[in-house]
């Protein structure tokens, strides 16, 4: 991105999100909302973790799915993990912040649940930690990261790595990805 303009930012969300729709086939983005109905549709979890902005997102996209996106429906069994600031900063605090997610998905998660991991380097280290404790606990993963993400090929189930590393623009990317999902789960369970 060359300039600080109006245009070129525009113009660079435009190409990275180009650039997703060229990785991201139909039936990939459609299998993973396909986890995350079957898993809603049979009463299980779906938890949903990251850091900083993508703990933000966290908490946007579970938000949609407890309360509602577009219709008025029952709420559906989704919790942010960075919803608890007490339970966040103590274990962080006294024990490690390395394993506050898969603290997390040890108490709630659960076999037949979904994990949803946003990490735009695809490398922190309490995301993946969340996802092996969801591997343990036979959930399915759903990984939304940025381009250095490559790396969870074959650890998660369903991996979104945007081709970009800039994180504002992978979280955008993200947004996209998650209300798409919001918009399928609710057509399929409403």
């Known amino acids: 991105m060359s300039g600080t303009s109006w245009l070129d930012w525009a ?35 779906m938890l949903i973790c990251g850091n900083g902005g993508s703990a933000a997102d966290s908490l946007h996209f579970s938000g949609e799915l407890v309360g509602r996106f577009k219709r008025d429906r029952r709420p559906y069994r989704v919790l942010s993990l960075a919803a608890d600031p007490v339970f966040l900063t103590a274990w962080s605090n006294d024990a490690s912040f390395a394993d ?11 076999e037949g649940g979904v994990l949803v991991g946003l990490t735009t380097s695809g490398r922190s280290p309490n995301v993946l930690a969340a996802f092996e404790a969801a591997r ?16 969870l090929e074959g650890q998660v189930d369903h991996l979104f790595a945007v081709p970009a590393t800039d994180t504002a623009l992978v979280q955008q990317v993200h947004l996209v990805l998650y209300h798409h999902w919001c918009r399928v789960l609710e057509a399929r369970l409403a």
């Open 11 to 45: 113009e660079a969300s435009r190409l990275v999100l180009a650039n997703s729709l060229a990785a991201f086939d139909e039936a990939r983005v459609a299998a993973a909302a396909e986890a995350m109905v079957a898993a809603l549709a049979a009463d299980r979890p």
């Open 100 to 110: 506050v997610f898969a603290r997390q998905v040890q108490a709630h998660g659960a």
């Open 136 to 151: 343990e606990r036979k959930m399915t993963t759903v990984a939304l990261t940025g381009a250095g993400g490559t790396t």
